[in-house]
């Protein structure tokens, strides 16, 4: 895990029983750390995102989803390495061909908006946004071009716009107060905020 991981996030995977090894995101690589672990202790690496059966099983959000509301005019999705998106997308597009299918990354943490455009993986910089659960620097390599395939655009969004959409869905749609108009289905990710950051984000204004 990042050395910067949400303590609320540290927490709740010591909870599960897990030894975390730390790394720095703006000097280690990632997985190069996570290949000499694997290396070292003969342990079985679990990809994040860039596994089929992570985004089959990540895809399974959209199928609940469909199963609730089969009848979708759209599906909204978070885009970080790619998993999740490209798993609801794939279950979006089999149920329903001509759904728009739209992916959300922070503009500063765009590496996929950025891929779409070039027609191949950028990797960029450590990304700095409050989103931290969609801060890799590319898209995977099994992922990509899933998101190229199924993905109608990419919606780039700003801290303070995620600030709004967290204040929105915790005062007003967690209230009962939904906005009516078209079908619009959306995954939201990111239970493990900071507790300080969300009373922060909730107290702004």
């Known amino acids: ?15 599960y029983g897990a030894e975390i090894v730390f790394y720095d995101r703006l000097k280690d690589d990632r997985a190069a750390v996570a290949r000499r672990l694997v290396d070292e202790t003969g342990r079985v690496l679990v990809p994040p995102y860039d596994d089929p059966a992570i985004m089959a099983g990540q895809g399974t959000a959209a199928l609940e989803l ?27 597009r089999s149920l329903s061909p ?8 922070a503009e500063t943490a765009n590496d996929t908006y950025l891929s779409l455009k070039k027609g191949e993986r950028v990797t960029i ?12 620097q590319s898209p995977g390599e099994l992922t990509f071009p899933i998101l ?9 969004v700003s ?15 967690l209230s009962g107060k939904l906005a009516r108009g078209a079908r619009v289905g959306v995954v939201l990710s990111g239970g493990n ?6 009373i922060q984000i909730l107290q702004s204004r």
């Not at 801290?159 to 749609?173: G, K, S, T, W, Y």
């Open 125 to 136: 910089p450590p990304p700095p946004t409050i989103a931290d659960g969609i801060r890799p």
């Open 159 to 173: 801290d303070d716009e995620i600030i709004a959409a967290v204040r929105f869905l915790a005062l007003r749609v």
């Open 193 to 198: 905020v900071d507790p300080g950051l969300l």
């Open 1 to 15: 895990m990042p050395t910067d991981a949400p303590a609320l996030k540290v927490e709740a995977t010591r909870g």
């Open 148 to 156: 190229r395939e199924n993905l109608s655009e990419v919606a780039l």
């Open 66 to 92: 469909f199963q609730d509301v089969p009848a979708l005019d759209a599906i909204v999705t978070p885009v970080g390495g790619g998993g999740l998106m490209a798993g609801c997308s794939t279950v979006a």
């Open 98 to 105: 001509g759904i728009t299918v739209v992916g959300v990354e």
